[in-house]
């Protein structure tokens, strides 16, 4: 089967490079988030990138936006060009078919965020290194690496869910975005509607808090939604209810 | 192989109320082409989908290759090839990478996908074209892909919906040309669905004709047509006329005539010799330059069920 998935995600990358403005096009974009997330954000913030610990919430943030742009097209976008029947109709098994697209997708956010990371390094660096290599604490690296994977697998896993009941792909993104900002967003308006006292009874219990025991308490929430969005996407993958559709 | 490709027994679909395959029992012999005919909406589609077990049954079963379609749908589809009613191609990538992605689902090893898409990019004149974006490609070379993809992975058995709906008659040739010495080369059976009666008689060894979900008949072209069609005689001439109608309709031989654009068109009860109904034209005064005997066509046999039903 791992054949069978590394396939899926073999297509899935040629058809995200080729996009339909063609190889040239799909590379531009990229070079433009890279320039953006690598270059441009780590020269606004200076040092702060690679040491202060509120990193970690940009780079568990920024994969779900990574992931998002192109998850919503793995199934909504195959049925609307008409390539998902005949996909159902070859041997690839529901499973392989299912972590292809979801693999395919955090391969490319997860990936994309490495490379603006290593980039805003190297960024960081020659503008205010000063002699000294700056790189994140190697707790923070770490904590970095498996947030961002598991953040890119909450946003693949609904966004396939997403993308497999929606009639188009634009519909299926649409959803996705209103999921991701209702993420974002209820936690940040939820708190500024707190009252007073709450507000800083929560700024006390953060600032005393164990930072790699909430880092390890998200950890264990996402991978709990990871697995089950994987597991509702595996039951709603019915390959004839996606033909009727 | 098994000798019988397909076998169905009493294979329903219901959509709701709407009953798209009825009671379909037929049996699909190993190693030739079955066309599946049938006017819009009679079913066919839904039949491949059955087959492919991409659709389960609403009743009945069915068996694809010696596999049953519920239960080994996987085993299935590793052996067969499809095209469906779309192309199902990517048309942001190049014929080869559609090709390549198919093969690798194929389990073809590297060199044995590359050789075998060359073979068939080749036999069907693509293989200069090959590193262009599909969308760039015109229907018909779009469709000779679907082909090419349909047989990579040298299926036993393909299925084909339609293959030429929707092509201009110079590339719905070619590509019933290609069809035919590909599946005469690949030894591989067909079950083709058409309404394109004349591509049926060229293509296929075998026919279904269905309407409503039902099977209305079965078997060799000719066997339907001798079946179903009456040897009819078309009489060319000078001096035809209403009289002579009426003087042929006497005739024992005759079952039924009408003159169109000054020719008699008449229906014979069986493989009757026409000379005493020329000579008896001639005897009243007809001039005749031509004779024409010959069987109804499929498409002549196909209306008349489609007219029994209704």
């Not at chain 1, 999921?179 to 600032?207: C, D, H, N, S, T």
């Not at chain 2, 067909?190 to 008689?201: D, G, I, K, Q, R």
């Not at chain 2, 493989?271 to 031509?290: H, I, T």
């Given at each position: 089967m791992i054949a069978d998935v590394q396939t899926v995600i073999w297509k899935e990358f040629k058809e995200l490079f080729a996009q339909r403005t063609g190889l040239r096009g799909g590379v531009a974009g990229l070079l433009v988030l890279l320039a953006v997330f690598g270059i441009f954000m780590p020269l606004q913030t200076g040092?702060?990138?690679?040491?202060?610990?509120?990193?970690l919430i940009y780079w568990a943030w920024m994969p779900l936006f990574f992931v998002s742009g192109v998850v919503a097209d793995s199934f909504a976008g195959e049925r609307e060009r008409h390539t998902l029947e005949t996909l159902l109709a070859s041997r690839l098994s529901d499973r392989a078919i299912l972590l292809g697209k979801i693999g395919a997708a955090v391969g490319y956010g997860w990936g994309l965020m490495l490379a603006s990371l290593l980039l805003g390094v190297v960024t960081v660096n020659i503008a205010h290194g000063q002699g000294k290599f700056l790189f994140y604490p190697a707790g923070t690296a770490l904590a970095i690496f498996i947030l961002g994977l598991l953040a890119a697998c909450l946003a693949a896993s609904a966004g396939v869910l997403i993308s497999l009941r929606a009639p188009t792909a634009r519909q299926a993104q649409q959803t996705l975005s209103i999921a991701i900002m209702l993420l974002l967003f209820v936690p940040i308006f939820g708190i500024q509607a707190l009252p007073v006292e709450w507000k800083a009874y929560l700024v006390r219990m953060m600032l005393a808090a164990d930072l790699t025991r909430v880092v390890l308490i998200v950890m264990t929430i996402l991978l709990t939604l990871d697995t089950g969005l994987f597991a509702a996407a595996m039951a709603r993958f019915q390959r004839a209810r996606l033909i009727l559709d | 192989m098994p000798e019988i490709a397909i076998r169905t027994e009493g294979l329903t679909r219901d959509f709701g109320a709407v009953r798209a395959v009825d009671q379909l029992t037929i049996e699909v012999p190993a190693g030739l082409v079955f066309g599946f005919l049938g006017p819009n909406s009679a079913g066919k589609t839904t039949t491949i989908r059955l087959l492919l077990g991409l659709l389960e049954p609403t009743k009945g079963r069915a068996e694809v290759l010696g596999f049953d379609t519920l239960r080994q749908a996987d085993e299935i589809r590793s052996r067969t090839g499809a095209l469906l009613e779309h192309s199902g191609l990517y048309e942001r990538l190049s014929a080869e990478d559609n090709l390549e992605f198919y093969g690798r689902i194929g389990r073809l090893s590297p060199g044995g996908r590359q050789a075998r898409i060359k073979e068939l990019l080749t036999h069907l004149g693509l293989w200069e074209r090959?590193?262009?974006?599909?969308?760039?490609?015109?229907r018909g070379m779009r469709q000779k892909l679907a082909v090419a993809r349909a047989l990579l992975h040298r299926p036993t058995l393909i299925f084909l919906d339609e293959p030429t709906a929707s092509l201009d008659p110079v590339a719905a040739t070619a590509l019933r040309d290609d069809l035919a010495a590909l599946a005469a080369r690949e030894g591989v059976t067909v079950f083709l669905t058409t309404h394109n009666l004349a591509e049926a008689e060229k293509l296929c060894g075998q026919v279904g004709v269905i309407r409503q979900g039902k099977l209305l008949a079965v078997g060799h072209p000719d066997e339907l047509r001798a079946r179903r069609g009456t040897p009819q005689a078309e009489i060319v001439g000078r001096g035809l006329n209403e009289q002579m109608v009426a003087l042929l309709r006497g005739q024992p031989a005759v079952a039924s005539v009408e003159m169109r654009n000054g020719r008699l068109y008449i229906d014979l009860r069986g493989d009757v010799n026409v000379a005493p109904l020329v000579s008896l034209l001639v005897s009243a005064g007809a001039e005749v330059e031509e004779v024409r005997k010959g069987k109804a066509s499929l498409e002549e046999v196909f209306l008349a069920l489609m007219q029994e039903e209704t």
């Amino acid at each position: 089967m791992i054949a069978d998935v590394q396939t899926v995600i073999w297509k899935e990358f040629k058809e995200l490079f080729a996009q339909r403005t063609g190889l040239r096009g799909g590379v531009a974009g990229l070079l433009v988030l890279l320039a953006v997330f690598g270059i441009f954000m780590p020269l606004q913030t200076g040092r702060a990138w690679v040491e202060s610990p509120a990193v970690l919430i940009y780079w568990a943030w920024m994969p779900l936006f990574f992931v998002s742009g192109v998850v919503a097209d793995s199934f909504a976008g195959e049925r609307e060009r008409h390539t998902l029947e005949t996909l159902l109709a070859s041997r690839l098994s529901d499973r392989a078919i299912l972590l292809g697209k979801i693999g395919a997708a955090v391969g490319y956010g997860w990936g994309l965020m490495l490379a603006s990371l290593l980039l805003g390094v190297v960024t960081v660096n020659i503008a205010h290194g000063q002699g000294k290599f700056l790189f994140y604490p190697a707790g923070t690296a770490l904590a970095i690496f498996i947030l961002g994977l598991l953040a890119a697998c909450l946003a693949a896993s609904a966004g396939v869910l997403i993308s497999l009941r929606a009639p188009t792909a634009r519909q299926a993104q649409q959803t996705l975005s209103i999921a991701i900002m209702l993420l974002l967003f209820v936690p940040i308006f939820g708190i500024q509607a707190l009252p007073v006292e709450w507000k800083a009874y929560l700024v006390r219990m953060m600032l005393a808090a164990d930072l790699t025991r909430v880092v390890l308490i998200v950890m264990t929430i996402l991978l709990t939604l990871d697995t089950g969005l994987f597991a509702a996407a595996m039951a709603r993958f019915q390959r004839a209810r996606l033909i009727l559709d | 192989m098994p000798e019988i490709a397909i076998r169905t027994e009493g294979l329903t679909r219901d959509f709701g109320a709407v009953r798209a395959v009825d009671q379909l029992t037929i049996e699909v012999p190993a190693g030739l082409v079955f066309g599946f005919l049938g006017p819009n909406s009679a079913g066919k589609t839904t039949t491949i989908r059955l087959l492919l077990g991409l659709l389960e049954p609403t009743k009945g079963r069915a068996e694809v290759l010696g596999f049953d379609t519920l239960r080994q749908a996987d085993e299935i589809r590793s052996r067969t090839g499809a095209l469906l009613e779309h192309s199902g191609l990517y048309e942001r990538l190049s014929a080869e990478d559609n090709l390549e992605f198919y093969g690798r689902i194929g389990r073809l090893s590297p060199g044995g996908r590359q050789a075998r898409i060359k073979e068939l990019l080749t036999h069907l004149g693509l293989w200069e074209r090959r590193r262009e974006t599909v969308a760039t490609w015109s229907r018909g070379m779009r469709q000779k892909l679907a082909v090419a993809r349909a047989l990579l992975h040298r299926p036993t058995l393909i299925f084909l919906d339609e293959p030429t709906a929707s092509l201009d008659p110079v590339a719905a040739t070619a590509l019933r040309d290609d069809l035919a010495a590909l599946a005469a080369r690949e030894g591989v059976t067909v079950f083709l669905t058409t309404h394109n009666l004349a591509e049926a008689e060229k293509l296929c060894g075998q026919v279904g004709v269905i309407r409503q979900g039902k099977l209305l008949a079965v078997g060799h072209p000719d066997e339907l047509r001798a079946r179903r069609g009456t040897p009819q005689a078309e009489i060319v001439g000078r001096g035809l006329n209403e009289q002579m109608v009426a003087l042929l309709r006497g005739q024992p031989a005759v079952a039924s005539v009408e003159m169109r654009n000054g020719r008699l068109y008449i229906d014979l009860r069986g493989d009757v010799n026409v000379a005493p109904l020329v000579s008896l034209l001639v005897s009243a005064g007809a001039e005749v330059e031509e004779v024409r005997k010959g069987k109804a066509s499929l498409e002549e046999v196909f209306l008349a069920l489609m007219q029994e039903e209704t």
